[in-house]
Nanobody, 120 residues
Framework: QVQLVESGGGSEQTGGSLRLSCAAS????????MGWYRQGPGNQRELVAT???????NYAASVKGRFTISRDNAKNTVNLQMNSLRPEDTAVYYC??????????????WGQGTRVTVSS
């Protein structure tokens, strides 16, 4: 079993910053792409940012230049630094990890979600 523990959500005003963290543990041989997704009120879950094992990153256009994703391969953690927050960033943020399990199968796991609220 794999567990993802997220932390760092909360409330912030427009223009403020928050940092999200996600730690993966359990039956993991290796971790591939890690990422953050979000689901705002009445919206579908959408990609925010992803990062590969070799640190190649991909960002949604709406967060590019404001958010920075990073990872620590030794600790199987992924972080999301969110700056210049806007009310439209309000959402539940989910961590996602693609990994290889002990049977050498590629699996995907999701965190429980952490809420981010940005007020104007």
């Amino acid at each position: 079993q794999v567990q993802l523990v997220e932390s760092g959500g909360g409330s912030e005003q427009t223009g403020g910053s928050l940092r999200l963290s996600c730690a993966a543990s359990g039956t993991i041989l290796s971790v591939f792409t890690m990422g953050w997704y979000r689901q705002g009120p009445g919206n579908q879950r959408e990609l925010v940012a992803t990062i590969t094992h070799s640190d190649d990153t991909n960002y949604a256009a709406s967060v590019k230049g404001r958010f920075t994703i990073s990872r620590d391969n030794a600790k199987n953690t992924v972080n999301l630094q969110m700056n210049s927050l806007r009310p439209e960033d309000t959402a539940v943020y989910y961590c996602n990890v693609e990994y290889q399990d002990y049977y050498f199968l590629t699996q995907s796991a999701w965190g429980q979600g952490t809420r981010v609220t940005v007020s104007s």
